[in-house]
């Protein structure tokens, strides 16, 4: 089995960089920091790769978009 990394972990992630960053930025910013083969998951979906999980995230609405690109809010990680 692959190692998964949940959603949470690359919003904490962007947290850390306290700016925006373009999709494909933080799409390069997973790889580097979680490796390009790893798989991720979230509490409602499973198995999925770097550009899956930003378009994810995108739908749920946990990023905040700007001219400058996307971050997120702490506000926007659930807690389970």
Known sequence: ???SV???QVME???TLGKAITKEELKVL???H?????RYHTCSASEMNADALIELLEKKGKFIESAAGIETAADRICSH
């Open 34 to 38: 979680f490796g390009e083969s790893v």
């Open 1 to 3: 089995m692959s190692e």
């Open 6 to 8: 949940h959603g949470h």
């Open 13 to 15: 992630l962007m947290l």
């Open 30 to 32: 997973m790889h580097q």
